[in-house]
Every structure is written in structure tokens, then in C-alpha cells.
Nanobody
Framework: QVQLQESGPGLVKPSQTLSLTCTVS??????????WSWIRQPPGKGLEWMGA???????YYSPSLKNRTAISRHTPKNQFTLQLTSVTPEDTAVYFC???????????WGRGTQVTVSS
């Protein structure tokens, strides 16, 4: 059973870079056909897909966040990371990492981590 766990600071100052790590256990991030995503949910709003990195290392980004987002991976640690630059209070959200299967199904999720952008 694959498990995902988000980690990172809970508070980030405006204009700084938000960095989060997703640690995967019970399965490899290099297993064929899986894509590893970051999703967020601002308070009172719906889920927003931010971007993803595939089993082969290809990256995909939401057009609305593309200029501020970078997703990378560290395969020896079975982790993938999110960096979001120039954050504002509008980036305050619960951030989730998730696994996407070959059918586009989000079939495993982390519990989420709250990130607040505030001075």
C-alpha cells in the first residue's frame, strides 16, 4: 500500500519561496505509468491542481502557476518536491501530494499540510 507524506514549513513570509517535500513509501516514484502531483486547497475553495512529475522525470504545470512553480524529485530518497516562488497570502492553502494512475485517477493522497503565507 503506497503512502505519501507532505512535509515543510507551515508559515512562509510574503515574497519568499515555499518548499514542500512529499515522501513516498510502499512504492517507487519511478514505477512505470505513475505521475506524482501537487494539489492545493485554499480556505473555502476547491482543489487546485498545481503540477506533476512523471515516473520518467517529465514535469507538467498548471498554466496559471507555471511561472512560479518548480517540481523536482530525489529518487534515492523516493521523494518529490514543490517550490513556489514569490508567494502571497493568496497562496495560503492546504497542500497535498498525490499519485495519479494511468487512467488519470488520483489513487493515493497524502494527508495534506497547511501552509500560511503571512508576515
Amino acid at each position: 500500500q503506497v503512502q505519501l507524506q507532505e512535509s515543510g514549513p507551515g508559515l512562509v513570509k510574503p515574497s519568499q519561496t515555499l518548499s514542500l517535500t512529499c515522501t513516498v513509501s510502499g512504492g517507487s516514484i519511478t514505477t512505470d505509468h505513475y505521475v506524482w502531483s501537487w494539489i492545493r486547497q485554499p480556505p473555502g475553495k476547491g482543489l487546485e491542481w498545481m503540477g506533476a512529475i512523471s515516473y520518467s522525470g517529465s514535469t507538467y504545470y498548471s498554466p496559471s502557476l507555471k511561472n512560479r512553480t518548480a517540481i523536482s524529485r530525489h529518487t534515492p530518497k523516493n521523494q518529490f518536491t514543490l517550490q513556489l516562488t514569490s508567494v502571497t497570502p493568496e497562496d495560503t492553502a492546504v497542500y497535498f501530494c498525490a499519485r495519479v494512475g494511468g487512467w488519470g485517477d488520483f489513487n493515493a493522497w497524502g494527508r495534506g499540510t497547511q501552509v500560511t503565507v503571512s508576515s
